[in-house]
């Protein structure tokens, strides 16, 4: 029975153990996590953990029952694929199989590293700094107006914080939507009572305040940065495993990387997408749960299908639940869905009428089934996909 090590027991770790365990693997497997905590859910870091209304989101997993080996606050430093074994700070550790799931690590702001008052939001412990900022009501700037940008200045208006959102680009989620659909998103944070300022760059952070290249000012009791993240692989480094320019382990259709027996998941890797015609880096929660389910399988033999999902995700935002699947650059038409004056809208993206991607604001039957013609590429009718009333299956 091979011994299968798993290295990140983040979201995308716990789920290979889980899978390899549901697959039938019954050899030994190790999972190493750097943090020092029960291994838990990110995404209501920005939300309830934040706002104080949960605990914390330890995963639901009785790692003893399913046999698992669970190791945490122990940090990998490298991995020497020709001699089949990672090295931790207690030595080396031998692998049949290894599974690379060390996500993201957040986007640092120049300059402002290590800079008292100035926080990420990435980890459990990150959330519980954050946690008394919130509480205090303090004026808070939040760098970057991206998903977490939008959460964090959600919990922090709930708290009941002054929130400056201070976003280089000229809108919020630039990277992510096209211009008009952003538009009406970009109001929800003057409606929050939140200042978006848009074009507008952190020249230095001092303390209490920020200073902008234009000389603004901004009292800030904290800086919250939100501008991205990039896989943690700076720890392979030298390791033989190809990794591409945007950091991410370079996997293929099975999620294996270019070393023998070493394959990589979740945030820290990309794969090529045969329905997109592109490789993607997915930096969501449903690519940490659907790719080990690939990599279990390969790994305890099954025959499947190659990875190729149809991307997902959601963000809860000043009040609403925002709704994402597939991937809109491929299309050649867009419909909207509703009016994105009103409390629920979507939009349609399509190629040759076949829906493409799909953003659902409240309107989450729009993205259970839109997900589904994504995934069967159906020929819709345009004209009725734009009638919000005709349910998006019917049109
Ligand atoms: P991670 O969760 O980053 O886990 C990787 C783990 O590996 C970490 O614990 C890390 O410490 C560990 N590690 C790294 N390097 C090493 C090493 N060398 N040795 C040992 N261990 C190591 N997605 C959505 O779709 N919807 C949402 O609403 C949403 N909200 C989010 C809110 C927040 C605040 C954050 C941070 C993310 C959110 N996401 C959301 C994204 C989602 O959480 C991630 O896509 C998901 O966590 C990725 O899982 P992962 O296991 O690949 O990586």
């Not at 639901?60 to 430093?77: M, N, Q, S």
Request: hydrophobic share 45%.
């Amino acid at each position: 029975q091979r011994r299968v090590v798993i290295v990140g027991a983040g979201m995308a770790g716990v789920q290979t153990a889980v899978a390899l365990r549901e697959q039938g693997h019954t050899g030994p497997v190790l999972l190493i996590g750097a943090e020092p905590h029960q291994p838990y859910d990110r995404p209501p870091l920005s939300k309830a953990v934040l706002l104080g209304t949960a605990e914390g989101s330890a995963f639901d997993v009785d790692f003893e029952a399913l046999g698992v080996d669970l190791r945490l606050g122990v940090e990998v430093a490298a991995v020497r694929p020709d001699a089949h074994e990672i090295d931790t700070e207690a030595g080396p550790v031998p692998y049949d199989v290894l599974v690379i799931a060390t996500g993201a690590r957040p986007l640092t702001l120049p300059g402002t590293e290590g800079v008292r008052g100035v926080h990420l939001l990435r980890t459990l412990d990150d959330a519980e700094r954050l946690r008394p900022v919130l509480a205090g009501k303090h004026d808070i700037v939040v760098v970057g107006a991206g998903w977490i940008g939008a959460e964090f200045t959600t919990a922090a208006r709930e708290a009941g914080c002054a929130v400056t959102v201070v976003e280089a680009a000229e809108r919020p989620l630039a990277g992510s939507l096209p211009a008009e659909v952003a538009a009406p998103m970009a109001e929800w944070y003057e409606e929050s009572g939140a200042k978006l300022l848009t074009h507008a760059r952190v020249a230095h952070v001092e303390p209490g305040e920020v200073a902008l290249e234009d000389g603004r000012l901004l009292p800030a009791g904290a800086v919250v940065v939100g501008i991205g993240a990039r896989p943690a692989t700076e720890w392979l480094a030298g390791s033989g495993i190809a990794l591409g320019r945007d950091g991410a382990i370079v996997a293929d259709d099975r999620l294996r990387t270019s070393a023998p027996d070493v394959y990589a998941v979740g945030d820290c890797a990309s794969f090529p997408s045969a329905r997109y015609g592109e490789r993607l880096l997915v930096h969501h929660w449903d690519n940490a749960l659907q790719g080990p389910r690939t990599v279990a399988a390969d790994i305890a033999g099954e025959a499947q299908r190659p990875y190729d999902p149809v991307p997902y995700f959601w963000s809860e935002q000043f009040g609403r639940f925002v709704q994402y699947a597939g991937y809109h650059p491929v299309a050649d038409t867009m419909v909207w869905r509703g009016d994105p004056a009103a409390a629920a809208w979507s939009v349609a993206w399509l190629r040759q009428d076949a829906l493409v991607a799909l953003l659902a604001v409240g309107r989450p039957r729009d993205l259970a089934q839109g997900r589904k013609l994504i995934e069967s590429g159906t020929p819709l009718d345009p004209g009725l996909v734009a009638d919000p009333s005709v349910p998006l299956k019917s049109a």
